[in-house]
């Protein structure tokens, strides 16, 4: 079975609640099928700094409605390590979403570079102000 490339993204809200404003878009992604949510995790950090994983069947319902759309397996392909590590990023007295998708769109991509016995030497992400500055500019993104 080919797996195309997995990323992850922790998105922080200021406050103590949760908000399903990114979930149409993320449920867009989903329905497309341009990405397979494999993990959804959700954090809180206290103003002390201490960490509390919250997993989705915890969260309040008010704010679970906002995630209904998103269909994905969701696997705990983050382990506690992961969700703390990643955790210190969230600011104190934030939540935040900590999101592993797979993104379906490279399967294909994937498999013919497989299939053609090549490897992937490289894979890192530009950085979004960097792109935009670059586009912004007439240029691509690497100059």
Known sequence: MTVGPVEYLVVAFPGSRFTGAIAPALAEAVASKAVRILDLTFVYRGEDGTLESVELDDLDPDDLVSFEPVEGVVSGLLN???????????????????????????????????????????????????AEAAVAAGGGPTG
């Open 80 to 130: 506690s390590e992961d969700i703390r590590t990643l955790g210190e990023s969230v600011p104190p007295g934030s939540s935040a979403a900590l999101i592993v998708w797979e993104d379906l769109w490279a399967v294909p991509l994937t498999a013919a570079v497989r299939a053609s016995g090549g490897q992937v030497v490289a894979h890192e992400r530009i950085p979004a102000e960097i």
